[in-house]
């Protein structure tokens, strides 16, 4: 479903650079991890040993405040986050990886400017890196600087081709603007470097139901999500409005019921359900809509512009 891309950028460039940091901070740690304070030893010590420890120090601190910087962020505090990223990126300004992750929390914080700058100086310091070309992209997408953000993917892509979260995201985004061609296109070429990722077979299979063509192939592609994820509630929501598509309402109810299942406030399948109990004359259909509502004040208008209108129009089902 669309309304969980963006969930997943969130959470590709927390996780992503969070695990490339959590290594650095330990591999730093491990190759300190002799130092200790004060040493009396250190009055004999030459100047180049002395810069040594000091430079092994300043590591040490840097991990420790880099440490504190991803405590603050998995306990949902972005501020504090950002105040320990400071302090680490006061001792080791150039370091990429943290730049990084100071540019995913600002934008957790809500400050995509100060992210954009974070990310953007990470590209100067390791233009051939595609990380934060992915990162940055994504932040460009949510201010819907659109040229900027295509042309950030693309770099990504280039510079990572077999990398298929690079070519997913850059798929999210086509599908955002409509492009379902390039979306399927690209989402194909995911699919083919990582084929046991479901998330990739259900973004598939929902921009086919965007685009209200291929809607056998997008069955397969949602049969195959689900295969790989059976707990996997977004893939049954697809695979639900593919048969919404298909007019067949009974399957597309069991789908949803699937979905609700797993995660019982998703209003996109709330909103499904009560669609196609409207189609079988379900009374509680109203029931369903009104709960969808609750959870997502403009759905219904945003599915009706996509043509699942809560009136039948008579075509594919909608």
Not at 137 to 145: I, Q
Not at 160 to 167: E, R, S, W
Not at 273 to 300: F, V
Request: charged fraction near 25%; proline fraction near 3%.
């Amino acid at each position: 479903m669309t309304a969980h891309a963006a969930n997943y950028r969130q959470h590709y460039n927390l996780l992503t650079v969070a695990g490339v940091l959590f290594l650095a901070v330990v591999a730093l740690i491990w190759t300190t991890r002799g130092l200790s304070y004060p040493n009396p030893a250190d009055v004999h010590a030459s100047a180049p040993e002395l810069q040594r420890k000091a430079a092994a120090e300043r590591d040490v601190a840097v991990s420790r405040f880099a440490l504190m910087c991803l405590d603050a962020l998995s306990r949902g505090a972005p501020n504090e986050a950002v105040g320990n990223c400071n302090l680490a990126l006061d001792l080791d300004s150039n370091n990429v990886t943290l730049l990084n992750l100071r540019g995913n929390v600002q934008t957790l914080a809500g400050r995509p400017q100060k992210a954009l700058t974070d990310f953007s100086r990470a590209i100067v310091l390791a233009p051939t890196n595609p990380e934060a070309y992915r990162y940055r992209a994504n932040v460009y997408f949510t201010l819907k600087r659109d040229a900027l953000a295509l042309k950030d993917y693309d770099r990504a892509v280039a510079l990572d081709p077999d990398n298929a979260i690079g070519l997913e995201l850059r798929g999210h985004f086509h599908q955002a603007k409509g492009d379902y061609a390039l979306a399927i296109a690209d989402f194909s070429r995911s699919i083919a470097l990582k084929p046991g990722e479901a998330r990739a077979w259900n973004s598939r299979c929902w921009t086919r139901v965007l685009a209200n063509r291929e809607l056998g192939s997008a069955l397969a592609d949602c049969d195959r999500a689900i295969a790989l994820n059976p707990r996997y509630a977004s893939a049954f929501d697809s695979r639900g409005y593919v048969h919404v598509r298909m007019s067949k309402f009974a399957a597309a109810i069991a789908d949803f019921d699937r979905a609700l299942g797993i995660e019982p406030k998703l209003a996109t399948s709330l909103f499904g359900r009560g669609l196609s109990k409207l189609r079988t004359g379900d009374a509680t259909a109203r029931l369903d809509l009104a709960a969808a509502r609750l959870l997502d004040r403009d759905i219904e208008v945003r599915f009706a512009a996509m043509g699942f209108r809560l009136k039948a129009s008579g075509a594919s089902g909608t």
